[in-house]
């Protein structure tokens, strides 16, 4: 379909057939549905939503359309309807088990995320999973990065930052601001103490065991919890394990997939806690947001419209894990400067 026909189709589709809500206002009667084997099902209202999970939503969990992956991860999709544009949204979520696979920072030319230039299609072909992480600032990351053990970047601060620490024994910790000090602060200068890779964004989405922070569900904080977007978030399972989940614009299928339109930020923390994750944050969603799975299919590609300065890959072979340097990546050389441990199991 030529893009002026998209474009205005798409305006037939917002003007006319969304449901209810507008894009500036709050609203208390606001819902999510999730499209399962006995047709749609509400499991989250911002009315009555709850300020802790303790449980995932079992319809939710029905929904989800799992597809093969490989050893340690497995992707997903789901079908939601919300209020406004996002009445038609599909989630593709990735999960991963930092156990069996190796995680690292990937950047484009420049070490610590200083130039946007990356994007989904960097992501070496040994990469099983790639996203963009993070939040900018300015034509750089936002906050904290590490990599190979070598802070880039120092740490951000805020109430609603997160800290996703890899640490060197392969553990997956999301941490406050008091947390990444403190790991700074028993290091040495540039190693922080027991990190190997290191990134920070916002806003947290599930924090402790599954809390809501306050700032999501009361409007009058200053935070806006009415725009809707394409969203990317991360999150941890009580068994350690990952999940990744990009949200789609899905009123007209793939055609428009990449137009930034979607959930807000408590209902985005409303569907992580409903897929049973403790903590959770938002990375950069919108244009930027973007995520790469490969399976025995090939390559599935959920691209952004603008790179981004820091990725996340996924390896299923620690052997093959290395980021190029920036003098590597001009020169062309392909030889490895350093080499990643096989992640151990995850702990708690």
Do not use: K
């Amino acid at each position: 379909m030529p893009a002026a026909l998209r474009w205005a189709a798409l305006a037939g589709v917002v003007l006319l057939g969304a449901p209810g809500g507008t894009a500036s206002t709050p609203s208390t009667t606001s819902a999510l549905a999730v499209r399962g084997p006995a047709g749609w099902t509400t499991f989250w209202r911002a009315g009555d939503a709850p300020a802790r999970w303790t449980a995932p939503s079992r319809p939710v969990l029905q929904a989800v359309q799992w597809h093969q992956g490989g050893p340690g991860y497995r992707w997903g999709e789901l079908e939601l309807s919300g209020a406004g544009e996002a009445w038609r949204t599909r989630a593709i979520i990735a999960e991963l088990d930092p156990g069996q696979v190796t995680l690292e920072l990937a950047n484009g030319v420049a070490p610590g995320g200083s130039l946007a230039v990356w994007s989904v299609d960097r992501a070496p072909d040994s990469a099983v999973v790639a996203f963009n992480t993070g939040q900018f600032d300015g034509a750089a990351v936002w906050g904290w990065v590490v990599h190979a053990g070598v802070e880039y970047r120092a740490a951000g601060r805020g109430p609603l930052a997160t800290a996703v620490v890899i640490a060197t024994d392969g553990s997956v910790h999301f941490e406050n601001d008091s947390a990444v000090a403190a790991r700074r602060n028993a290091g040495s200068p540039r190693h922080p103490a027991g990190v190997r890779e290191a990134f920070q964004s916002y806003p947290t989405l599930l924090t402790g065991d599954g809390q809501v922070p306050l700032a999501l569900r009361q409007p009058d904080l200053p935070i806006d919890l009415a725009h809707r977007d394409s969203r990317l978030a991360l999150g941890q399972l009580p068994n350690g394990h990952l999940l990744v989940l990009l949200t789609r614009f899905d009123a007209l299928g793939s055609a428009l997939g990449g137009v930034p339109f979607g959930l807000t930020v408590p209902e985005l923390a409303g569907l992580m806690g409903a897929l049973g994750c403790r903590r959770a944050v938002a990375l950069d969603g919108g244009v930027s947001g973007q995520l790469l799975v490969r399976d025995s299919a090939g390559a599935h590609r959920w691209t952004g419209l603008r790179r981004v300065p820091l990725g996340l890959v996924v390896r299923r072979d620690a052997r093959d894990a290395v980021i190029p340097s920036e003098r590597q990546r001009v020169e062309g050389s392909s030889r490895p400067t350093a080499r990643t441990p096989r992640a151990a199991r995850i702990s708690e």
